[in-house]
């Protein structure tokens, strides 16, 4: 039995992509600081296993095949919990995939992570965070796909897709409902080579964007 990993499956994109993987009869471990947050979803075929991203939670990984790391220490924390989360507990997940021999990684990176240093000042500790994050992945050994989306809307899925970033700042958004289609899409496609790209809501369907 096939089963992902979903770190982080308590947050926005998170716990969409854990519903519609449940919707699809996929089978979902997901990691999670309090499983109250969980409460409203119910389902044989989840297994929630709690835990906190700074303590060890290398028992999560036991028996998947696929991971998906959407985590991440919100816009309202300081540069330390975005060491701890965005780039730490990053690194750790990828070091524990590799230990429990993970088919794929599916990393949620951000738009900017491939050069913090064209980024706007305030956002240059998190965009080195995801950077870094990124280079330890690709370095690992593991099959990887990185999904660098752009600004997160909260707006209903848009169904459309592009990897080519917009000119126009405003223009670069992406639906927290469309990034967690692309990841389940990602699950259910496993990447036969490793793939790093930004996306955002265009014209494409994903099919056309994700192989
Ligand atoms: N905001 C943007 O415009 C933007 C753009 C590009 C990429 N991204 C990235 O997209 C990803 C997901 O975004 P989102 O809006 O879905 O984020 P979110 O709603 O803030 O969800 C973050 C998740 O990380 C979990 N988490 C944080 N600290 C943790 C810890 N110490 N232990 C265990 N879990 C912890 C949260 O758990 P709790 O529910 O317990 O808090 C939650 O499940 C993030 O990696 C973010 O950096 C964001």
Redesign the pocket.
């Known amino acids: 039995m096939n089963r992902t990993l979903i770190i982080?499956?308590?947050?926005?994109?998170?716990k969409q992509l854990t519903q519609n993987m449940l919707n699809e009869g996929q089978h979902v471990v997901a990691l999670?600081?309090?499983e109250q947050?969980l409460s409203d979803i119910k389902s044989e075929n989840m297994t929630i296993v709690e835990?906190?991203?700074?303590d060890d939670f290398s028992h999560a990984f036991k028996g998947c095949s696929t991971v998906v790391f959407?985590?991440?220490?919100?816009?309202n924390t300081g540069a330390d919990k975005t060491i701890l989360?965005?780039l730490w507990a990053a690194c750790r997940a990828a070091d524990y995939a590799k230990q429990h021999d993970i088919k794929h990684f599916i990393m949620?990176s951000?738009?900017g992570a491939d050069a913090p240093a064209e980024g706007p000042e305030e956002m240059q500790p998190y965009l080195v965070a995801k950077h870094m994050a990124d280079e330890h992945l690709m370095h690992s050994g593991l099959r990887y796909s990185i999904i660098r989306?752009g600004?997160?809307t909260n707006n209903k899925a848009h169904n459309g897709f592009t990897t080519q970033r917009p000119s126009n700042k405003d223009e670069a958004i992406i639906t927290?409902a469309d990034v967690a289609k692309a990841l389940a899409y990602c699950v259910a496609h496993q990447a036969k080579s490793n793939t790093v790209k930004e996306l955002f809501n265009g014209a494409k369907h994903l099919d056309e964007v994700m192989s």
């Open positions: 982080g499956a308590s947050g926005q994109i998170g999670v600081r309090d947050k835990a906190d991203l700074t959407v985590a991440g220490s919100g816009g989360i965005d949620v951000s738009i989306p600004t997160l927290r």
